[in-house]
T-cell receptor, first 111, second 112 residues
């Protein structure tokens, strides 16, 4: 157990609605990440954070925003969900080296 | 353009035999390589890694080989077990902290 909790585990929403996914860590690590996994694409980095209020974009950041107001929480927001954002979303932490440890994921369906 | 490529979407192996999963990369700045294993409805879990200063790293039944001149790495699982059936992702990094670049994955099926 990497001490990462993602919520919700599953969500179904409608196109155009805002959605926020939460990642909570219990280990006080500086670096946190959001990835999405899609068939045929593997895992792709959306955004990452290197400290409270410090975030940066990843490979597929369009349509997503993030916030980190506390060390333990990293939020991913879809301002206006689209069907192309149907995916499995994984949060990850770094314990200070190259290895990432992942949460169990959030299955998001946008209808 | 894909920087990390896993060209085999799937692999089927008999229990007890060797499984060889391959990965190619294009970015010569990559200096650390990792393999992750993923079961359905779970997050990826770290399996084994290798630094670019080495050409082999072994951990129990799992061995990763790195050929820098060919920009190629492979994961060997010997002997393969049914519980090894999962999707395996190759990942690479170099420079930015923890910004792993993943391949598309290879689904391994180990048949009893």
């Amino acid at each position: 157990d990497a001490g990462i909790t993602q919520s919700p585990r599953h969500k179904v929403t409608e196109t155009g609605t805002p959605v926020t996914l939460r990642c909570h860590q219990t280990e006080n690590h500086r670096y946190m990440y959001w990835y999405r996994q899609d068939p045929g694409h593997g895992l792709r980095l959306i955004h990452y954070s290197y400290g409270v209020k410090d975030t940066d974009k990843g490979e597929v950041s369009d349509g997503y925003s993030v916030s980190r107001s506390k060390t333990e929480d990293f939020l991913l927001t879809l301002e206006s969900a689209t069907s192309s954002q149907t995916s499995v979303y994984f949060c990850a932490i770094s314990r200070g080296n190259e290895k990432l440890f992942f949460g169990s994921g959030t299955q998001l369906s946008v209808l | 353009d894909q920087q990390v490529k896993q060209n085999s979407p799937s692999l089927s192996v008999q229990e007890g035999r060797i499984s060889i999963l391959n990965c190619d990369y294009t970015n010569s700045m990559f200096d650390y390589f990792l393999w992750y294993k993923k079961y359905p409805a779970e997050g990826p879990t770290f399996l084994i890694s290798i630094s670019s200063i080495k050409d082999k790293n072994e951990d129990g039944r799992f061995t990763v080989f790195l050929n820098k001149s060919a920009k190629h790495l492979s994961l060997h699982i010997v002997p393969s077990q049914p519980g090894d059936s999962a999707v395996y992702f190759c990942a690479a990094t170099g420079g930015s902290q923890g910004n792993l670049i993943f391949g598309k994955g290879t689904k391994l099926s180990v048949k009893p």
